[in-house]
T-cell receptor, first 111, second 118 residues
């Protein structure tokens, strides 16, 4: 069965510091991979996606993610975090068109 | 880009009544829409897959008689919570599937509907 694991429930970083949010998936083949962000009381916004090709994908708001097949990972990174990045981040996989989400990582940004 | 509109964003109802939530794809046709439920500080739980012109496919453990889904057109899916009870209070989010450049699907989400049952 497919699953998505986000090991970090909550992360706190200082504004301007770098960020990495972890995501591991379990699936027989390489699924389509996504990162979404959710602000409080809001829906989800797509940050970036990986379907195939270059394993380093660029997204909106300065985010990027790297797909590593050997580690079944799709970690999200940002070189310099802004206070407005504080939100909930969800990794998702979509084997066969159905989306499954990880449990999310809550990001707090301190001045 | 693709936009999904969800209405209402907030709804409060009395126990025993029914509530309908609408999900519309504004600038694209969505043959498939998904309904999720999110509890506070938790992930999204897929409730059902809504296919235009056919019956919805419900995930295991989701009561299809309580959560009625209708996908009557390529741009509209509705979720009706029937005989609502306080335990149905939650954040309901819809999403619509559209094809990306690679032909793979991308999910566009509505802003969500917060249901409070008194």
């Amino acid at each position: 069965a497919q699953s998505v694991t986000q090991p970090d429930i909550h992360i706190t970083v200082s504004e301007g510091a770098s960020l990495e949010l972890r995501c591991n998936y379990s699936y027989g083949a390489t699924p389509y991979l996504f990162w979404y962000v959710q602000s409080p009381g809001q829906g989800l916004q797509l940050l970036l996606k990986y379907f195939s090709g270059d394993t380093l994908v660029q997204g909106i708001k300065g985010f990027e993610a790297e797909f590593k097949r050997s580690q079944s990972s799709f970690n999200l990174r940002k070189p310099s975090v802004h206070w407005s990045d504080a939100a909930e981040y969800f990794c998702a996989v979509a084997p066969l068109g159905k989306f499954y989400f990880g449990t999310g990582t809550s990001l707090t940004v301190i001045p | 880009g693709a936009v999904v509109s969800q209405h209402p964003s907030w709804v409060i109802c009395k126990s025993g009544t029914s509530v309908k939530i609408e999900c519309r794809s504004l600038d694209f046709q969505a043959t498939t829409m998904f309904w999720y439920r999110q509890f506070p500080k938790q992930s999204l739980m897929l409730m059902a897959t809504s296919n235009e012109g056919s019956k919805a496919t419900y995930e295991q453990g989701v009561e299809k008689d309580k959560f009625l889904i209708n996908h009557a057109s390529l741009t509209l899916s509705t979720l009706t919570v029937t005989s609502a009870h306080p335990e149905d209070s939650s954040f309901y989010i819809c999403s619509a599937s559209s094809s990306g450049r690679s032909g793979a699907n991308v999910l566009t989400f509505g802003a969500g509907s917060r249901l409070t049952v008194l």
